[in-house]
């Protein structure tokens, strides 16, 4: 069964910090693109980070620059998204998901566009709060 999970959400305190993890079973990552989305309540699912099928490029939207890390594991098959200085404005489900081809090999899809990603978690909640 070709399937993300997602893991290492949960509540942290403002400006702590959290390490979320997407495990690929039944597919390698080797020639995939992947990127973390998240949704707030009441709320559009956005995208927050991309990195490259090689891992050597990445994208971030404004709100996290800085204060977030997208890295990628083949020989794990896992992506990880480093978060630190959390506010309460990134509380939300947090999603991975996978983009296949040779585009992505040496840049990061676009998060705007979902239709690139063919396969996606079912989410991990990330609560900050005091």
């Known amino acids: 069964q070709l399937q993300l999970v997602e893991s290492g959400g949960r509540l942290v305190q403002p400006g702590g910090s959290l390490k979320l993890s997407c495990a690929a079973s039944?597919?390698?990552?080797?020639?995939?693109?992947l990127a973390w989305f998240r949704q707030a309540p009441g709320k559009e699912r956005e995208g927050v980070s991309s990195?490259?099928?090689?891992?050597?490029?990445?994208h971030y939207v404004d709100s996290v620059k800085g204060r977030f890390t997208i890295s990628k594991d083949n020989a794990e098959n896992t992506v990880y998204l480093q978060m630190s200085s959390l506010k309460p404005e990134d509380t939300a489900v947090y999603y991975c998901?996978?983009?296949?081809?040779?585009?992505?090999?040496?840049?990061?899809?676009?998060?705007?566009?979902?239709?690139?990603?063919?396969?996606w978690g079912r989410g991990t909640q990330v609560t900050v709060s005091s």
């Open positions: 998901a996978a983009a296949y081809g040779s585009t992505w090999y040496y840049q990061p899809p676009s998060v705007a566009d979902e239709s690139v990603y063919v396969y």
């Open positions: 039944g597919f390698s990552l080797d020639h995939y693109a």
């Open positions: 990195i490259s099928s090689r891992g050597g490029s990445t």
